[in-house]
């Protein structure tokens, strides 16, 4: 989306426009066959991938007769508000011109596949159309101007034939532009069911949007439950829509994508998007990460929560905005950059599944005058040596430049192989599967001053060690660099390519003194053979009984051993596949839950322990919780708790909230979106707490039986 637009940057009206995007009539379901997904077959772990994002309309015209007609297309791209002409075939061409695949490119991350809206929408005199895919009519059919489901299955499948991922972005908090009091504004926001019109923003007596104005975005409530700028905000909690989009999301994953990346997550709420998300894994399990934006380097312990709870990755913000103080905007030093990576390691529970990435659509691009090459080609080499899943933008390997959007979003410039960036990322890249200490290693800073930073990443036996210095005219001198590097000589796995050379490593890992030039990287490796079982990631992270998860490390054998959640053995039929990187078993019948999660092997050699695999109750509901009449004392908030692990198993410590209480119910009254298991009978209750105190209501325990399916709403009174 366009999250930068909450700065203030410009009115709300004209920010209602960027923040969406337009599309043509689409194809009907049914016109391709799912994909035999037979090259590439770990949907759930991208630890070991490096993510190319595509704006779809900007990349490259493959196919003319496609683009739209009139005031929504710009030829040669001078009016970057509107259609450009990109779409699925010419990606396909790139993709079988081995483009990404010489680059080093594993996945690729594609605008949102759905039809949107025809209309142009007209801001303060200047046009406006869907070209970024994010003003849906239509989540079951495709955008006509990026291709029909044919061509969207061949691309899927040229990839597939390269040993490419597909990660398709899904919009579901919005469908358009809408105003109240005008239906022949834009499209007024009608969402459509494979063709049916199910119903617009006016007159909207299926509660199908939120009509409680445009957000402020003064909190996490105010963003989910009001409208993100002029946009027609879906409500998901209605049952008929929970319906929707837990059916419309399938038909991409019957193409055969890998991967969902989820625009604002922030803005909505986490009770709808777990059960989603729990239909999505029990459907086809895939990686899934949402974009929360965050406008500063701040932490935000709501960011860390949905991180650690949704059961999806987020986009690393932190990240993002700390590589670009220290390697764009000089405004913070290696000291901060070694902070992050450390405070983000404590506080996301699995932070190497949190996509990093040094700019994207929403944001200035990385480069501008001001900024040298060489400072990006650092960020890069950063990036694609860090923990996390790295995504570079479209265009970033050819310096293409661009302030606020749309400038952000020029037509791609070149497709040149030789760039200095192009052949950073094809260096490094293939490191994320030659190595697993990059992909799954933890992170320790070796030596480190304003200008250098020497890290390690170990994973096992395996070692990566980078350094950068990003003084444009100063040299360092490295003394004294102990690293977990066997003793011997090592040469920099760019080649030289950014002004790095050999080191010696002695017993110990004590390395000789060296010198790093001005500007220089350098990456130096040890990936010896592994026999001691080790995990690297388990996904996806949450499940229910019955869901296969996939479990990616090192030195498991060949011969089936033992998976344990917790204390409880997967073993025999029950683990589908046993390699020795990689192991693929079925959730057990157990309490819901978090877990731990241990292979032993057949040797019976145990691995370490990969914290925090979510086993759900059973099939997932989203159910809004409301308690009347529960007054509060300054510094008092309302939490719930029950008989089941979602809301708590009873524990004040797990319970769910604060609650909210000014959009959809209003003070007293207090509400939450939660997701339980479905079919189930709940004993539930409210509490206030402020600080360590908690003041239980009275009563006996509420009780609620959940519906097999869809949503519902309970209210009760503070008792």
Not at 224 to 238: F, T, W
Not at 394 to 401: A, I, L, V
Not at 535 to 551: D, E, R, W
Not at 585 to 609: E, F, I, L, Q, W
């Amino acid at each position: 989306m366009y999250k930068w637009l909450k700065k203030g940057l410009i009115s709300a009206a004209i920010a209602g426009l960027l923040v969406a995007g337009l599309a043509a009539p689409g194809t009907p379901i049914g016109t391709a066959s799912a994909a035999a997904d037979t090259a590439v077959s770990n949907k759930q772990n991208f630890s070991t991938d490096v993510i190319y994002q595509i704006f779809t309309d900007r990349f490259y015209d493959g196919n003319t007769s496609n683009n739209p007609s009139g005031s929504t297309f710009s030829s040669g791209c001078t009016n970057k508000r509107v259609y450009c002409g990109g779409d699925w075939q010419g990606i396909t061409d790139k993709i079988n011109a081995n483009y990404f695949t010489d680059m080093g490119i594993t996945a690729l991350w594609i605008s949102q596949p759905v039809e949107n809206i025809y209309a142009a929408v007209t801001y303060s005199g200047v046009v406006n159309a869907s070209y970024h895919g994010y003003w849906a009519r239509d989540f079951k059919k495709t955008n006509p101007y990026y291709g029909s489901f044919t061509d969207l299955q061949n691309l899927i499948n040229a990839a597939h034939a390269k040993g490419i991922k597909i990660v398709i972005d899904f919009a579901p908090n919005h469908t358009s532009p809408a105003m109240e009091t005008d239906t022949t504004f834009a499209e007024n926001g009608k969402l459509y069911n494979n063709g049916t019109l199910l119903g617009g923003y006016t007159s909207d007596t299926n509660g199908y949007f939120h009509h409680n104005g445009g957000s402020d975005f003064s909190s996490l409530e105010n963003g989910i439950y009001k409208n993100l700028y002029d946009l027609a905000d879906i409500e998901q909690q209605n049952s008929t829509l929970d319906t929707y989009f837990k059916d419309a999301i399938k038909v991409w994953l019957d193409l055969g994508v890998d991967g969902i990346r989820v625009d604002a997550v922030k803005h909505m709420s986490m009770g709808w998007q777990k059960n989603w998300l729990s239909s999505i894994y029990g459907y086809q399990p895939v990686f899934v990460f949402g974009e929360w934006f965050l406008g500063s380097a701040a932490a935000d312990a709501d960011n860390t929560k949905f991180a650690n709870e949704s059961g999806m990755s987020l986009l690393d913000f932190r990240f993002n905005a700390k590589v670009r103080n220290v390697f764009r905007d000089n405004s913070d030093t290696m000291y901060g950059l070694d902070s992050m990576i450390s405070a983000t390691a404590a506080d996301y529970a699995q932070v190497a599944d949190q996509v990093t990435f040094i700019d994207n659509h929403d944001m200035e691009r990385f480069k501008n005058s001001a900024v040298s090459d060489r400072r990006l080609e650092q960020a890069l080499a950063f990036t694609l040596t860090s923990r996390g899943v790295p995504a570079i933008y479209y265009g970033t390997e050819q310096y293409m430049t661009g302030g606020t959007d749309p400038d952000n979003r020029g037509m791609m410039s070149s497709f040149s192989t030789t760039t200095t960036a192009f052949k950073v990322i094809k260096a490094l890249a293939p490191l994320r599967k030659s190595n697993p200490a990059i992909a799954y290693g933890t992170t320790q800073q070796r030596w480190i001053n304003n200008d250098v930073y020497v890290y390690e990443r170990k994973f096992g036996s395996s070692v990566a060690v980078v350094a950068i210095n990003r003084s444009a005219s100063a040299s360092a001198s490295i003394s004294g660099l102990i690293t977990s590097l066997p003793a011997g000589t090592y040469s920099d796995a760019l080649g030289g390519l950014l002004g790095g050379g050999g080191i010696t490593a002695g017993s110990g890992g004590a390395v000789s003194t060296f010198t790093l030039a001005a500007g220089g990287v350098a990456v130096w490796q040890s990936t010896p053979a592994t026999t001691t079982p080790v995990i690297g990631h388990v996904g996806p992270v949450m499940g229910k009984a019955g869901n296969t998860v996939t479990i990616d490390g090192r030195g498991f054998g060949t011969t089936k051993g033992t998976v344990y959640f917790g204390t409880n053995a997967v073993t025999g039929t029950n683990i589908v596949s046993w390699e020795d990187t990689q192991i693929k078993a079925v959730v057990p019948a157990v309490a819901a839950g978090k877990y731990n999660v241990k292979v032993r092997t057949s040797g019976a050699v145990d691995s370490n322990a990969y914290n925090g695999f979510n086993i759900l109750s059973g099939d997932q509901v989203s159910i809004r919780f409301i308690v009347q009449n529960a007054t509060t004392s300054l510094g008092e908030n309302v939490y719930l708790t029950g008989s089941v692990s979602e809301l708590g198993n009873w524990a004040p410590a797990s319970a769910v909230g604060p609650i909210f209480n000014q959009v959809i119910a209003a003070y007293p009254n207090w509400y939450y979106d939660v997701s339980v298991p479905a079919n189930t009978a709940l004993q539930f209750k409210f509490f206030k707490k402020n600080g360590s105190v908690v003041t239980w209501e009275g009563g006996s325990n509420h009780t609620f039986t959940t519906p097999s399916s869809g949503t519902a709403t309970v209210t009760v009174n503070w008792q």
